[in-house]
């Protein structure tokens, strides 16, 4: 059974610190391109992040150098550490399987200025 686990989303002040996990289960996670996602109220859902099984990583352009995503395949899990944290960033994140088209539940977070 395919499943995605986000945590690590809250509630922080414009400047500040997150940093999200999503661990994996149910499928080959060491081959797979694993992508962080984010929905705002009103807004269709956009990549954050991308990062493929060899560790290339590509962002959206209002994240760049603020956002790192990474990944650990021994623990089935991806990362995204966000810094500089802005009201605009506040959305529910999404870990995805890119090339399977799986999602997890989603985590909110919430930056207040």
């Known amino acids: 059974q395919v499943q995605l686990v986000e945590s ?3 509630l922080v002040q414009a400047g500040g610190s997150l940093r999200l996990s999503c661990v ?10 694993m992508g962080w996602y984010r929905q705002a109220p009103g807004n269709q859902r956009e990549l954050v992040a ?11 352009d209002s994240v760049k150098g603020r956002f790192t995503i ?6 089935n899990s991806v990362y ?3 810094n500089s944290l802005k009201p605009e ?21 919430t930056v207040s200025s």
Request: net charge positive; aromatic share 14%.
């Open 8 to 10: 690590g989303g809250g």
């Open 24 to 33: 994996a289960a149910g499928f080959t996670f060491r081959i797979n391109t």
């Open 50 to 60: 991308l990062i493929t099984s060899g560790a290339t990583t590509t962002y959206r």
């Open 70 to 75: 990474s990944r650990d395949n021994a623990k």
């Open 80 to 82: 995204l550490q966000m």
């Open 89 to 109: 960033d506040t959305a529910v994140y999404y870990c995805n399987a890119y090339e399977l088209g799986y999602w997890g539940q989603g985590t909110q977070v």
